[in-house]
Nanobody
């Protein structure tokens, strides 16, 4: 069973930066991807970013474009989310998620295409 552990959350002021990390352990998987989602209190979990672990191509939610960067370090089974120019509305619990299978027909902005989830890390942006 793959386990995902997030780290790097915390309290930061507006326009500050944070770098989240997601470490995967257990059976490794190839030809798959990793995503980041956020969930604010009382709201549904929503997509932030996705990266294909082998090819490296990435895509982002509109709210993350230009501010966030997802990257992977396959040697360390780790995925990062660099978040810059943070805003109070970015405040949420951030979850990383792993997809066992990759297909161009899959919509990786949707939670149901992921097989593994971390426990989440809190990000709070103060104004």
């Amino acid at each position: 069973q793959v386990q995902l552990v997030e780290s790097g959350g915390g309290l930061v002021q507006t326009v500050g930066s944070l770098r989240l990390s997601c470490a995967a352990s257990g059976p490794t998987f190839s030809n798959a991807g990793m995503g980041w989602f956020l969930q604010a209190p009382g709201k549904e979990r929503e997509f932030v970013a996705f990266i294909h672990l082998s090819i490296g191509n990435a895509y982002y939610a509109n709210s993350a474009k230009g501010r966030f960067t997802i990257s992977r370090d396959n040697a360390k089974n780790t995925v990062h989310l660099q978040m810059n120019s943070l805003k109070p509305e970015d405040t949420a619990v951030y979850y990383c998620a792993g997809a066992k299978y990759y297909s161009t027909s899959y919509d990786y902005t949707q939670t149901y295409n992921y097989n593994y989830w971390g426990q989440g890390t809190q990000v709070t942006v103060s104004s």
